[in-house]
């Protein structure tokens, strides 16, 4: 096995490995995710797919009810905390081992294997608390992902951002959902408004 099939197998048992651990009690809000471009944006397709991972990730490990508004920007029903993530300054690009012509060379597939996908993107979230916009937490990251191809007809670049969205969603789920009875405490005063009024539910 090569140095890069042992470092994607440890990667693809590190993903399992997290989605299989068991998630504490669900705290007791509804969650709007909101995923957008913001500078420097990329494909829609990516940001839709990334939201609907985010969202089914923190259905299943953090909050009892979860909604993707991406698309629109509004929920279908009440919300009392919004996670907002603005997704800027991709870049995205494949990389050949061989010169052009050589790796244009349609006579020998194994040049579908010197290739190297690059994506980047910088991801901004906050989460915040619906009636009084007080922040709960922040999140800042960059996703770096670098991926050749271990078998003739994959794909590398789709490859590559399956990765990207996997890490991106499980260091935003790790950010939001910390903290336990401590975090439900701190949603629980951020929806409190001024005047003392119970949150809203």
């Known amino acids: 096995m090569t140095r890069l099939k042992r470092a994607i197998a440890a990667a ?25 471009w913001g500078p420097g944006g990329g494909s829609e397709a990516f940001r839709a797919d990334l939201a609907r991972s985010l969202a089914d990730a923190l259905s299943q490990r953090c909050f009892s009810t979860v909604e993707d508004v991406s ?13 907002l ?10 990389r050949f ?27 901004e979230a906050s989460l915040q608390a619906v009636v009084t916009g ?12 670098s991926r050749q191809p ?16 996997d890490r991106i969603v499980q260091d935003l789920t790790k950010a939001v959902c910390k903290g336990g009875d401590k975090l439900e405490k701190k949603i629980r005063e951020a929806m409190r408004e001024p005047e003392g009024n119970a949150p809203v539910r």
């Open 12 to 36: 693809a048992l590190v993903a399992a490995a997290w989605r299989a651990t068991p998630a504490a009690a669900l705290l007791p809000f509804r969650l709007a995710v909101d995923v957008r």
């Open 71 to 83: 698309s629109d920007g509004t929920e279908s029903t009440p919300a009392d905390v919004r996670l």
């Open 85 to 94: 993530a603005y997704l800027s300054n991709v870049r995205e690009q494949l």
């Open 97 to 123: 081992l061989d010169s052009i012509a050589t790796s244009l060379q349609s006579d020998d597939p194994s040049n579908e294997l010197r290739r190297v996908a690059i994506l980047e993107v910088a991801v």
């Open 134 to 145: 007080e922040e709960i937490a922040q999140k800042r990251l960059v996703a770096s992902i």
């Open 150 to 165: 271990v078998m003739i007809g994959e794909d590398p670049q789709a490859t590559a951002r399956a990765l990207a969205i």
